[in-house]
């Protein structure tokens, strides 16, 4: 498979698969949770199959997931876990301490709702959960994105500059259980993209060392510091790479961002992962009627792009923000974030954000269409589209 | 300007001096005994707790030798991913990986990762150092606090004798998961210590020693008095010392010359105070028979 570079159709579960074996990790640690449970089992298939050289964790949590991959980057290992919702935010504690250790696992964050209610369907409450955990976040728009996002998050997490973990937020059952064609690197590609993993320290008795310190006040704010600082530099590794990634492959999905048809657009929807998509078709619908409407896709929502968005944008007249998930008792995560971004800012445009698409509720024409014409009338700060009255009767 | 870097043992040990045990402290002492019977081929992940604390305050360690310190309860987790990693990158042979914590961070909070990790047969020894309550946090009861024990949250009162259970059998759980060797040994028995800590690294798979160490503080006994506290608990009969493998007891320290009461272990510890005022003979019963139970049990002494 891996000789001739070809497209193939694959489940996004598979292809992630396929991206995360092409990049040779040595350690795998994951618990099964709905809907991650494909990638994880292809991946245990590759190794049961030779086709992987991977020791491969079947851990007892997804704390311990987390854990036994914090261990094995610091023994020097490439790294990789896979998780969504609950497990996610049961690893939240150890997702802190990783990246406060620098060290550069890589995740696949499948995004679900979470409880209560349960759900198993998609919206991304659950990764944004670990905004401020120093995990560099970015979110696939499809299947093809996905797969090359994987290959680019190692480089990204690896590279001395950055050595940060790296999540990368995939839309659950919407892209990890839907067959796409994507477009398949050979292993001889991918190794010449990504060089094995250089740690700049791990543990080994040829050079001891102390990893995970106590500190004291004098001590913990620059250490704080240097991770920020650590985000700081990812943005420059994020672009580089996924220009390093267009010669390599041919294929250009955004860095921080991506934008289409913003250039001359007096509208603009903002999103992140795959209702990107839907916003990409609709727009060009509306382009269609004469409209002028483009479509930001934040591509990383860690470190944040707050220059690129605001270049990318700040000519419309109304930006509307579409998000799967809430701040409660605030408003849309993203919104919240995009309005920081203009703050003190010449000419910003009016504003509006919706709330869309919680626990795997379809986003639909229709949804879009109506936001578009609510934020025309007048600005929201944090507007749900597609409620149900009759479900929201006061106890 | 703070460079961590290697530097030589002290005194050969290696775990140095110089960091902020208290005086007396059974788990720092168990500590440089366990490293070095081990030796310097090892990888140690740490639990959260009062070792961890004691020895790693940036920028000064006492680790001689490779460590790590992630979390309260993810450390037999840490040290599967080092052992795999280990194994994944063809270094299996450059060391021991080693986890080890407090009975908290293994018997209670990390005890589902201490299973876990067993359970999947990972080439680790796991050492508890069993200090028999929270002492990090301030001597909360733990899941391997003893029997009438008084601490800060299972304190003695006006109508409680302090904690109302008996102590989780750690090394019995553990040795019931298959595991090939269990060990419990004392800081009081050094010698005891070494022989099991070098015959556990010597085995292939998980291995599981628990330490009884002394804490002054929490149990409130003389700074100079920790092993002979140490012995008295294993005098007594409370604090059986054995090994199992595979399941099977193989070996028990013999009480000699014979069986001490356990007033002699209880008396010198604040912990214990309250079951020397009238109203508690009973109490004291209730523990004699634990330590008599205990000496049936593991035949520790046939008189």
């Known amino acids: 498979m891996d000789q001739v570079r070809k497209t193939v159709v694959l489940e996004g579960s598979r292809g992630v698969a396929e991206a995360v074996r092409l990049c040779r990790p040595n350690v795998i640690a994951a618990y099964p949770i709905t809907p991650q449970t494909h990638i994880v089992e292809n991946l245990s298939q590759m190794v049961a199959d030779g086709l992987l050289k991977a020791e491969n964790i079947r851990v007892e949590s997804e704390h311990s997931a987390a854990s036994a991959v914090l261990g094995a980057s610091a023994a020097g290992a490439r790294a990789y876990t896979a998780t969504t919702s609950q497990g996610f935010l049961l690893m939240l504690e150890v997702l802190y301490n990783m990246a406060g250790l620098r060290l550069p696992v890589v ?77 398949l690197p050979t292993q001889e590609e991918v190794d010449e993209f990504l060089p094995p993993y250089k740690p700049v320290f791990y543990l080994t008795p040829k050079a001891p060392l102390t990893m995970g310190t106590k500190t004291d006040p004098e001590f913990y ?116 974030e995009i309005r920081a971004a203009f703050y003190g800012k010449a000419n910003v445009p009016r504003l509006s954000g919706f709330v869309v698409g919680l626990g795997g509720r379809d986003v639909t024409r229709e949804t879009v269409l109506k936001g578009l014409r609510l934020a025309q009338e007048s600005d929201h700060l944090c507007t749900f589209l597609d409620l149900n009255p009759e479900l929201l009767e006061e106890v | 300007m703070y460079q961590i870097g290697v530097s030589q043992p002290y005194n050969n040990n290696l775990f140095a001096p110089g960091h902020t045990a208290c005086a007396g402290c059974g788990q720092s002492l168990a500590a440089r005994l366990v490293l070095n019977a081990l030796g310097p081929n090892v990888i140690v992940a740490n639990a959260t707790g009062c070792l961890e604390v004691f020895s790693s305050n940036f920028p000064q360690s006492s680790w001689e030798v490779p460590w790590i310190h992630s979390l309260f309860e993810n450390t037999p987790a840490v040290a599967s991913g080092i052992e795999a990693a ?113 015959k556990a690294a010597g085995i292939k798979g998980p291995k599981f020693l628990q330490i009884h160490v002394p804490c002054p503080l929490g149990w409130g006994h003389d700074t100079s008095l920790t092993i002979k506290i140490a012995r008295l608990a294993v005098q007594t009969g409370l604090y059986p010392l054995f090994e199992m493998e595979n399941g099977e007891i193989t070996s028990v320290v013999k009480i000699t010359p014979k069986p001490r009461p356990v007033e002699d272990y209880l008396k010198p510890q604040a912990r214990f105070r309250h079951l020397f005022k009238p109203g508690a003979e009973e109490e004291l019963k209730k523990i004699q028979a634990i330590a008599d139970e205990n000496i049936r049990r593991y035949k520790l002494y046939e008189g």
Do not use: W
């Open chain 1, 221 to 336: 704010t620059e250490a704080r510091y240097m991770l920020h600082k650590a985000q700081q530099n990812a943005r420059q590794v994020i672009v580089e790479v996924a220009q390093e990634f267009k010669e390599k492959f041919g294929r250009f999905s955004g860095d921080l961002i991506d934008t289409y048809l913003t250039e001359d657009a007096e509208i603009i929807f903002v999103s992140m992962g795959s209702l990107v998509s839907n916003l990409r078709a609709i727009a060009q619908e509306l382009r269609q009627e004469g409209k002028k409407v483009g479509v930001l896709k934040i591509r990383a929502f860690r470190p944040f792009p707050f220059e690129e968005i605001v270049r990318a944008i700040s000519g419309a007249k109304i930006v509307i923000v579409m998000e799967k998930d809430i701040s409660l008792g605030a408003t849309g995560v993203l919104a919240q």
């Open chain 2, 86 to 198: 280990l194994k994944a990158l063809g270094r299996e042979d450059e060391a021991i990986v080693v986890a080890q914590g407090g009975d908290g961070g293994f018997a209670d909070i990390g005890f589902g990762a201490l299973s876990g990790a067993i359970e999947r047969g990972h080439n680790i020894l796991f050492i508890v150092y069993d200090n028999e309550a929270y002492m990090n946090t301030g001597v909360q009861r733990s899941g391997l606090t003893p029997f009438d024990a008084s601490t800060t949250t299972s304190p003695a009162g006006g109508c409680s004798f302090g904690n109302p259970t008996d102590k989780k059998p750690v090394a019995q759980i553990v040795a019931a998961h298959g595991a090939p060797y269990v060990a419990v040994t004392s800081v009081g028995y050094y010698r005891d210590l070494e022989r099991k800590v070098q």
């Open chain 1, 107 to 183: 995740l696949t964050a499948v995004n679900r709702g979470i409880s209560a209610p349960l759900t198993i369907h998609n919206d991304i409450q659950d990764s944004l959960a670990a905004r401020d955990t120093g995990f560099v976040q970015l979110y696939a728009e499809d299947n093809q994105e996905a797969l090359d996002m994987h290959i680019q998050a190692f480089k990204i997490a690896e590279d001395h500059r950055v050595l940060l973990p790296v999540l990368i937020g995939m839309d659950g059952f919407i892209l990890t259980h839907s067959f796409e064609p994507v477009s």
